[in-house]
C-alpha cells in the first residue's frame, strides 16, 4: 500500500512560539504527479514543505519516502533522499558564475598535476550545458548571477535540483515574480519535467496555475489541511471558497475616476544606479488629483528607483519632476514630503520603519522635528505618545503595549497598517505606493487597497508600483507599463487586458512603440 | 645603490608578515566574519611563540634552530586558539563583529601582559614584562644576491621570508581552487546558498576565522623575531590594523593586498634611511614611523568608496531569515 | 519596563562572571581572591586599610579616586554618543591625547591666573577634541572609510607626532615625560592640606555629573538624540524620514571627540599633569567596556564607570598588597567586555525564555512576526 506513495507525510504538527504552523496534517503524493498545496499566505504551506526539506523538524507526525520512515534533520539528507527545492527567495551567490552556484556543495574534482585536488569548472560547465539543453533552461553557464535577470535565476534554482538528480521536486511560489509569459514558459517547463518522470510539489496561492498544470491539489486554511482534491473535477469557485474558508468577493466596489489637476509630472526622467548605469531612462508620466497611477513591470526594471528618484533617496541624473508644479530635483528628502509627498516603500522593514524604536516614535519618523512634535530642538514625548494613540486606534494596529510596544515584535501586516497611517496621515496631494501588500494576508490586503481606493476619492494623485499584476489591474486608472527602464506604453486601464499588459512587461511590443 | 638595498631588505622583512595576516584578515572576512581581531590575534601568537622559543632555548641552547622552527608552529596554534574565541562570539553568541574584534585586541592585550609578567615572576624567578629572543639569523642566497638591485631581495632573508611566500602560494591555492574556497566565498556573499547547498555556514566560518588566527599569530612571531627580537607589549603598535588597511586597499583579493603590503613596507623602511643618511636626532624616527600611518589614510580616501566588501560581510547568519 | 531590568541583571551577571573568573586566576597563582578583591577597595578609599601614613585617610583615598574616576565617565560618555550613531569610537585615547596635548603646551605652560586658565583648559580641550572626533565622521560620511581603522590610524599618529614634539620641545630631562603643567590651569587641586590630610580635588568631577545629565536629555529627550539613535538602528529608514545621515554621523562624533577631549583634559591636566610620550592611555579602550557594561545609557555609565574604576585603580594597592601582578586589573576588565559583548545573546535568550512559558496562550500580535507563514 505504503509503495503507491513517493511522499507521504503523515500526521504533522508543528509548533513555532504563538503560532501552531501545521495542525495534524496529512499528505500523500504519487510519483509522476505534480501535486498542488493551495492556501493563502499564512496557511501553513511553506512551513510543511520545510519540514520535508530538513530545514525543520516536525513536533509531531511522521515523514515516508518510497514508503520507508525517515527522520530529515537536514537539506543535505533531503537532497541524498534526491528531494530537492526551489526557495521563494533564490539562494544564489552573486559573484559567482551559473556553474559555481551549481556545484556548490557537490563540486567535480580533479587532481592538478596529479596531486592537489582542485575544483573541475570545465567538466562542471560542461555538465551544466548539458543539463540546460536536455530540459529546455537555456543557460550561460559562465555568466555571473549578478548580471542576469530572474527567471533565469529561477532556472538556476532548477538546474541546481536537476544536478543533484533530484526526483521529488518542491517549487514555493515560483511565479510571484514572474510576468504572465515567464509563467507559462515555467509550467511549460513544469509539464516536460513530469513527463520526464519527476514529482512535483507547488506551493501557491494562484487558482488558475493550479488549474493549469496540477494533478492534485490539497487546500490548507490556518495550518489545518481542509481537503484533497482532484484538479480535474473541481472548479475554481469552489477552491477560491475552500481556501480562505467563506465566500470570495472578487470586486471591490470602485466607483470611476475622478481626475482633476496635474499633481506630479515627471518628465524625461533618468536614474543611474551606483554603478553609473541607466536603469531609469527617460520616463514622463503625469498624475492627475483623483487618479491611480500603476507602474506595472517585472521587478528589476527601474520601478523602485523612479519612486526612490521622486522621493529624493536616489539622485536624479536627468530629466525633471515637479510636485504641484514646483520642480523638487533640488530639494532634500524632507523639502520633497514638506511640498507634498507621501512614500510606502517597498521594503516596510529595513527602510519604512525603524524595528528597534518603540512604535509612537515611528509613527512620528516623519514629523518629530517640527511643532507640536518638538520645539526647539526638543521633543515633546507628550506629544508624541498621544498622537501615536491616536494613529494605532484609527488605523487599527494592533499592538501588545501601545505606543511603546517594539516594532519588531509586531506582525508584518501592523507594520505595514503603521506606515500607510503614518503617510496617509499627512494628507500629501501625492502618495507613492511600492508593493504595498507583498507577503500580506487577504484580510490585510483587502484593508490596504480599501486605503488606496480612499486616498483617490479624497482626491489624492496615487502612484502605485506593483509586480503584482492583478493589484494593478483592479486599482489603478492608468497604467504604464516599464520595460528596461523604459515606460513602455501608458493607457487607460479600461483599454488594457491582463495579457496585454503582460506583453508590455516582455518587452514584446517594443520595437512597436518605438 | 647601498639605500636602495636596505630599504628592500628592510621594507621585505616587513611586508610580508603585514601580507600573511592581511591573507589572514580576507579568509576570515571572505568567510563573512568581520576581522578587527588581528592586532590581537598577532599579539596572541607572538606571546604563545615568544614563551615557547624562550623555554625550549633554556633547553636546548641557543645555538638550536628548534625553538625558531617550534615557536613559529605554536605561534600558527596559539592564533588559532586565541581566535577561535573570536569565531565562537561572533558565530555562537552573535555578538556584534566589530565589537567582538575590538574586545579580542583588549583582551589579548592585557592578558599578554599579565602572562608575560606572571609567569617571568612565577616560573623563571625574575621581574621581567618581555621574553627576550633575539633577532633572528639571516641568510643570504648566493649567486642570486650578486644580481644588481634585484639582489637586494635575496640578501639578509629572514628564513620566516619563504616561509610565508610558501603559506602564502598554499593560501591563494585553497582559497580559489578547491572546494573548500568556493563554500567560504560564498559564506560571504550569500550564506543561504551554502546552507541550502548542504554546507555548514558555522563550520566554514569558524575555520576561516581559525585560519585568520593562525596567519595572524605567524605574523606576531615573526615581528618579535624581526623588529623587537623579544616579545613584550611594544608589539601591539597597530601592525594589525595596517594589515587590514592593506586588505581592503587589495578589495579582499590577496595579490592587490600584497602591493598594498609592499607599499608600507617600503615606505617605512625608505623613511628610517632618510633619517639615518640625512644624520637626523633619533626623535625624528618618531616622525617617520608615521608614514606607513598616514599613507593608509591616504589610500583608503582614495579606496574606501569603490571597493565592495563581501555583501554578507558583518552579518549574524540566522538560518530562519529568508 | 521589562529591557531595562534585563539589562541590568545581565550586566550584573556578566561582572559577576568575570570576578569569578579572575578569582580562579588568582587562586591558581596561590592567593586569596577576596582578600584581594577586599584590597581593591581599599585601595579606592571605599574600605578602609588597617593603616595610614601621616598625610593620607580613607578619605582622602577616596578623593584621588573620584579625580580618577572622572575622565573615565567624559571617556564612556564620549563611546555611548558614538555607538547611539552606530559608530565606534575607538579613538578615544587618541582624542584625549591631542587635547591634552594643546591644552598643556599653550595654556599648562602659561601664566595666565587659575580662574581664566582653567576653564580655558576646558574649551580648548573640547574643542581639540571636537575637530579629532569630528574628522573621523567627515572621512566616514565623505570617503565611506570605517571610524574604526582611521580613528586608529589617527591614534598612532598623534601618538608619534606628539612624542617627536614632546621630545624635542617640552621634555623635562629626569621624568622622560613632558615638563608637568602650572597649578593655575590644573583641573584638580592638588594635594590641598585640609585638616592635617592631603586631598585631590576634582573640578572635572562636577563637570562630569552635569554631562551624564545633560548627555541622558540630549539623547533622550532632543530631535539631534531622536535623529543619532535613528541612524544608529537604520541608516535607510533615517534618509528616508529625511535625516541628513551624514551630517549626523559627523554631528555624533564631534560630541563624542569633544567629551573625549574633556576627559584628556581632566586626564592630562587634572588627574596627571604631564604627558608620558608615546603611550596611549588604557582609559580610551577601557571607556568601552565601561560603555557596553553600562548598555551606552548615562545612567548606567555612571555606575559601570565607578565600578570597572574600582578595579583598575585599586589595583595597585592590591598588587602591592597581595604580591599580583597589577595588570589582573585589565584582564578582569577584558573579560568583563568579553561577557558584555555576548549580551544581547543572553537578552535574546531571557526573553524567549519567557516567551516560550507564555507561548501556551497565543497571542495574535506576534503570529507573524514569530514566524512568516
Not at chain 1, 482534491?229 to 477552491?239: F, G, I, W
Not at chain 2, 628592510?10 to 566574519?33: H, K, N, Q, T, V
Request: glycine share 10%; with cysteine.
Amino acid at each position: 500500500m505504503a509503495e503507491e506513495y513517493i511522499v507521504e507525510m503523515r500526521h504533522i504538527t508543528k509548533r513555532f512560539p504563538g503560532i501552531v504552523a501545521n495542525d495534524d496534517v496529512t499528505i500523500q503524493v504519487k510519483k509522476g504527479e505534480i501535486y498542488a498545496l493551495l492556501g493563502e499566505n499564512g496557511a501553513g504551506k511553506s512551513t510543511l514543505m520545510s519540514m520535508l526539506f530538513g530545514m525543520y523538524e516536525p513536533d509531531e507526525g511522521e515523514i515516508l519516502i518510497r514508503g520507508k520512515k525517515e527522520s530529515i534533520s537536514s537539506p543535505s539528507y533531503a537532497t541524498s533522499l534526491s528531494i530537492g527545492m526551489v526557495h521563494q527567495h533564490f539562494k544564489l551567490v552573486s559573484n559567482y558564475t551559473i556553474t559555481e552556484n551549481i556545484i556548490l556543495g557537490i563540486e567535480p574534482k580533479r587532481k592538478a598535476l596529479g596531486l592537489f585536488p582542485c575544483v573541475d569548472i570545465r567538466a562542471a560547465n560542461a555538465r551544466v550545458a548539458e543539463l540546460s539543453r536536455r530540459y529546455g533552461l537555456e543557460v550561460d553557464p559562465t555568466a555571473v548571477i549578478r548580471d542576469i535577470n530572474v527567471s533565469t535565476k529561477q532556472r538556476i534554482e532548477i538546474l541546481k535540483m536537476l544536478y543533484r538528480e533530484a526526483e521529488i521536486l518542491i517549487f514555493d511560489e515560483p511565479t510571484a515574480v514572474l510576468t504572465p509569459q515567464e509563467i507559462d514558459s515555467l509550467l511549460d517547463i513544469l509539464r516536460r519535467l513530469r513527463d520526464g518522470g519527476k514529482t512535483i510539489i507547488l506551493i501557491t496561492h494562484k487558482l488558475d496555475e493550479i488549474r493549469r498544470v496540477a494533478d492534485r491539489c490539497a487546500i490548507l486554511r490556518r495550518g489545518r489541511l481542509i481537503d484533497v482534491r482532484d484538479v480535474a473535477s473541481t472548479d475554481t469557485k469552489e477552491m477560491a471558497n475552500l481556501m480562505v474558508g467563506r465566500e470570495v468577493s472578487l470586486s471591490l466596489g470602485k466607483a470611476p475616476a475622478q481626475p482633476g489637476e496635474v499633481v506630479l509630472d515627471v518628465n524625461q526622467l533618468c536614474v543611474r544606479n551606483s554603478d553609473g548605469v541607466e536603469i531609469v531612462r527617460n520616463v514622463s508620466f503625469q498624475i492627475r488629483s483623483g487618479e491611480i497611477f500603476a507602474i506595472a513591470g517585472v521587478s528589476g526594471n527601474g520601478q523602485t528607483e523612479i519612486a526612490d528618484a521622486i522621493a529624493g533617496l536616489a539622485r536624479i541624473s536627468g530629466g525633471s519632476v515637479r510636485i504641484c508644479g514646483t520642480d523638487i530635483a533640488q530639494l532634500s528628502v524632507r523639502g520633497r514630503k514638506e511640498i507634498g509627498l507621501s512614500y510606502i516603500p517597498e521594503d516596510r522593514q529595513s527602510v519604512g520603519l525603524i524595528l528597534d524604536f518603540r512604535l509612537e516614535d515611528d509613527l512620528a519618523l516623519r514629523e518629530y522635528y517640527r511643532r507640536p512634535f518638538s520645539r526647539s530642538g526638543v521633543l515633546n514625548r507628550e506629544q508624541i505618545a498621544s498622537y501615536g494613540e491616536a494613529l494605532i486606534q484609527k488605523y487599527d494596529i494592533r499592538c501588545a503595549a501601545g505606543g511603546s510596544t517594539w516594532v519588531r515584535s509586531m506582525s508584518g501586516g501592523n507594520q505595514q497598517k503603521a506606515i500607510v497611517g503614518r503617510e496617509i496621515e499627512q494628507d500629501a496631494p501625492l502618495t507613492i505606493f511600492v508593493q504595498p501588500t507583498r507577503g500580506l494576508d487577504i484580510g490585510a490586503i483587502e484593508n490596504i487597497h480599501r486605503q488606496i481606493l480612499e486616498q483617490r476619492d479624497r482626491g489624492k494623485a496615487v502612484l502605485l508600483i506593483s509586480l503584482e499584476l492583478d493589484e494593478v489591474m483592479e486599482l489603478a486608472d492608468t497604467i504604464g507599463v516599464i520595460y528596461r527602464g523604459e515606460l513602455g506604453r501608458i493607457a487607460p486601464a479600461s483599454e488594457l487586458t491582463a495579457s496585454d499588459v503582460g506583453e508590455f512587461m516582455m518587452g514584446v511590443h517594443r520595437e512597436a512603440v518605438s | 645603490m647601498n639605500i636602495i638595498h636596505n630599504i628592500i631588505i628592510d621594507g621585505m622583512s616587513f611586508a610580508l608578515p603585514l601580507f600573511i595576516m592581511a591573507i589572514g584578515g580576507i579568509y576570515s572576512e571572505r568567510s563573512g566574519i568581520t576581522n578587527l581581531a588581528l592586532e590581537g590575534l598577532q599579539g596572541m601568537g607572538a606571546f604563545v611563540g615568544g614563551l615557547t622559543a624562550y623555554c625550549l632555548t633554556l633547553y636546548f641552547g641557543a645555538d638550536s634552530r628548534i625553538p625558531y622552527a617550534a615557536a613559529m608552529l605554536c605561534a600558527m596554534l596559539g592564533g588559532a586558539a586565541y581566535a577561535a574565541l573570536h569565531g565562537l562570539l561572533c558565530i555562537r553568541f552573535r555578538a556584534n563583529q566589530v565589537i567582538s574584534g575590538v574586545v579580542i585586541n583588549i583582551l589579548g592585550m592585557a592578558l599578554t601582559s599579565f602572562l608575560t609578567k606572571t609567569i617571568n615572576r612565577n616560573v623563571f624567578g625574575e621581574a621581567s614584562d618581555k621574553f627576550i629572543l633575539g633577532v633572528s639569523a639571516c641568510y643570504t642566497i648566493p649567486g642570486l644576491s650578486k644580481i644588481p638591485v634585484l639582489g637586494a631581495f635575496f640578501t639578509n632573508v629572514y628564513p620566516f621570508e619563504p616561509l610565508i611566500l610558501v603559506i602564502a602560494l598554499i593560501a591563494w591555492y585553497f582559497l580559489y581552487r578547491t572546494s573548500f574556497g568556493l563554500r567560504l566565498r560564498a559564506c560571504g556573499d550569500n550564506p543561504h546558498a551554502v546552507d541550502a547547498a548542504g554546507g555548514s555556514v558555522a563550520a566554514t566560518r569558524f575555520i576561516a576565522v581559525m585560519v585568520s588566527g593562525a596567519l595572524s599569530g605567524l605574523a606576531g612571531i615573526c615581528f618579535a623575531y624581526s623588529i623587537s627580537g623579544k616579545f613584550s607589549s611594544d608589539i601591539y603598535v597597530g601592525y594589525g590594523y595596517l594589515a587590514i588597511a592593506a586588505y581592503i586597499f587589495g578589495n579582499w583579493n590577496l595579490l592587490p593586498s600584497l602591493a598594498a603590503c609592499l607599499i608600507f613596507g617600503f615606505a617605512r623602511s625608505g623613511g628610517y634611511q632618510l633619517v639615518q643618511q640625512l644624520g637626523m636626532p633619533s626623535s625624528y624616527s618618531d616622525l617617520v614611523m608615521t608614514l606607513p600611518y598616514i599613507l593608509t589614510l591616504f589610500l583608503l580616501i582614495f579606496l574606501s568608496k569603490n571597493n565592495q566588501a563581501p555583501r554578507a560581510l558583518g552579518e549574524i547568519y540566522d538560518k530562519a531569515k529568508r | 519596563m521589562n529591557d531595562r531590568k534585563n539589562v541590568i541583571r545581565i550586566a550584573l551577571i556578566a561582572i559577576l562572571i568575570s570576578l569569578l573568573a579572575g578569582a580562579v586566576v588568582i587562586l591558581a597563582l596561590g592567593k586569596n581572591p577576596l582578600s584581594a578583591y577586599y584590597n581593591l577597595l581599599q585601595g579606592c578609599g571605599l574600605a578602609p586599610k588597617a593603616k595610614y601614613a601621616g598625610s593620607k585617610s580613607q578619605l582622602a583615598d577616596f578623593s584621588s579616586f573620584v579625580d580618577f574616576w572622572t575622565p573615565m565617565i567624559f571617556a564612556a560618555l564620549s563611546c555611548a554618543v558614538a555607538m547611539k550613531a552606530g559608530l565606534f569610537n575607538i579613538g578615544i585615547s587618541g582624542q584625549m591625547l591631542v587635547a591634552g596635548f594643546i591644552s598643556s603646551v599653550t595654556i599648562g605652560y602659561s601664566s595666565l591666573s587659575a580662574p581664566v586658565a582653567k576653564p580655558l583648559v576646558i574649551l580648548l580641550s573640547a574643542a581639540a577634541g571636537t575637530a579629532v572626533g569630528s574628522l573621523i565622521g567627515y572621512l566616514k560620511y565623505r570617503f565611506n572609510i570605517n571610524e574604526v581603522v582611521s580613528s586608529i590610524m589617527l591614534n598612532y599618529i598623534a601618538s608619534y607626532v606628539i612624542s617627536f614634539f614632546i621630545n624635542t620641545f617640552f621634555v623635562d630631562p629626569v621624568s622622560r615625560q613632558s615638563r608637568n603643567i602650572g597649578d593655575n590651569a590644573r583641573l584638580t587641586f592638588h594635594q590641598i592640606n585640609l585638616g592635617g590630610i592631603k586631598y585631590d580635588l576634582p573640578i572635572g568631577f562636577l563637570l562630569a555629573v552635569a554631562a551624564v545629565i545633560i548627555i541622558r536629555f540630549l539623547l533622550e529627550r532632543t530631535v539631534l538624540g531622536y535623529e543619532l539613535r535613528a541612524v544608529g538602528l537604520n541608516r535607510t529608514a533615517s534618509r528616508y524620514a529625511g535625516i541628513r545621515v551624514g551630517s549626523s554621523i559627523v554631528k555624533s562624533m564631534a560630541i563624542s571627540g569633544l567629551l573625549a577631549g574633556i576627559a584628556g583634559a581632566t586626564y592630562y591636566l587634572g588627574y596627571f599633569a604631564s604627558i608620558q610620550p608615546k603611550t596611549l592611555v588604557s582609559v580610551g579602550y577601557d571607556s568601552i567596556a565601561v560603555c557596553l557594561l553600562g548598555n551606552s545609557d548615562p545612567a548606567g555609565i555612571l555606575a559601570s564607570s565607578f565600578l570597572i574604576d574600582i578595579i583598575t585603580k585599586g589595583s595597585t594597592y592590591m598588587s602591592s598588597q597581595a604580591g599580583l601582578e597589577s595588570e589582573i586589573a585589565a584582564v578582569i576588565t577584558g573579560l568583563i567586555l568579553l561577557a558584555s559583548a555576548c549580551s544581547s545573546y543572553f537578552l535574546g535568550l531571557f526573553i524567549r525564555g519567557k516567551e516560550h512559558r507564555k507561548s501556551t496562550v497565543p497571542t495574535p500580535a506576534r503570529k507573524k512576526s514569530a514566524h512568516k507563514e
